[in-house]
Nanobody
Framework: QVQLVESGGGLVQPGGSLRLSCAAS????????MSWYRRAPGKLREPVAI???????NYAVSVKGRFTISRDNAKNTMYLQMNSLKPEDTAVYYC?????????WGQGTQVTVSS
């Protein structure tokens, strides 16, 4: 059983930056894809960014050019660098890891973008 713990959320002004972290209780080196999702108030959870085991990355259109996903297998941690934040980025952000056919989720971290 792998546990994922997100951190780094908070309140930030529009145009600001945050870096989210997702720490795994075990090795992520064998993980297939690792992803960030978010759920805004009143909306369904949506994918934000994904990074594959080979390092390839894909982003939602709404965050492309502003967010950067990365993973550090040595630290068993995945990151989401979020720049130029907008009020519409306000959501609970969740990390996800696919490992041997099983999806693991973190508990989420709140990001609020407001002046």
């Amino acid at each position: 059983q792998v546990q994922l713990v997100e951190s780094g959320g908070g309140l930030v002004q529009p145009g600001g930056s945050l870096r989210l972290s997702c720490a795994a209780s075990g090795s992520i080196a064998s993980a297939d894809d690792m992803s960030w999702y978010r759920r805004a108030p009143g909306k369904l959870r949506e994918p934000v960014a994904i990074i594959s085991s080979d390092g390839s990355r894909n982003y939602a259109v709404s965050v492309k050019g502003r967010f950067t996903i990365s993973r550090d297998n040595a630290k068993n941690t995945m990151y989401l660098q979020m720049n130029s934040l907008k009020p519409e980025d306000t959501a609970v952000y969740y990390c996800n890891m696919a490992l041997r056919g099983i999806d693991y989720w973190g508990q989420g971290t709140q990001v609020t973008v407001s002046s």
